[in-house]
């Protein structure tokens, strides 16, 4: 999944797709990252629960845990794609597959916004294995 803030501009209408890359002019991003680990998981974009609505939101990473129920980890990020400190909120049926299936699930740390540039320099190699999750459907 790729997360992006974008500057919109009053009056101009572009037909053009979006840069990967952060810069300055309408077709680029404020910022612009992947979300690790990559794969068997659902991302999902909330209304913050403590922050600004205008310039934070909530990043939600889910796995199916059964065939009836998802759970995951929470988080907040601010305006520059930057995440909030605080705790992250997980789910319990998330902590529960943790316990009763060890290193099946990544940590709650685990999952993370990196800069797509980074990620394409090698800066995070080796941090997208998701080989033991759960399938997604």
Known sequence: ???????????????????TTPGEDPLSPAWYCVLLPAGGFAATLAPPTVGDPNRT???GASVQ???TVWSGVDWEI???GQEIPGPRCVGDP?????HAHPGRLPDRDAF?????????SGA?????DTSDLPPTP
Do not use: S, W
Not at 94 to 98: D, F, L, S, T
Not at 112 to 120: A, F, M, N, R, S
């Open 94 to 98: 998330y902590i529960a597959y943790q």
């Open 57 to 59: 939101v909530t990043v």
């Open 124 to 128: 995070d190699a080796g941090t997208d």
């Open 78 to 80: 601010d305006e520059t």
């Open 1 to 19: 999944y790729v997360v992006f803030a974008i500057r919109p501009e009053r009056g101009i209408i572009l037909h053009n797709f979006l840069h």
């Open 112 to 120: 993370k916004l990196v800069p797509y540039d980074q990620l394409l």
């Open 65 to 67: 845990i059964t065939d």
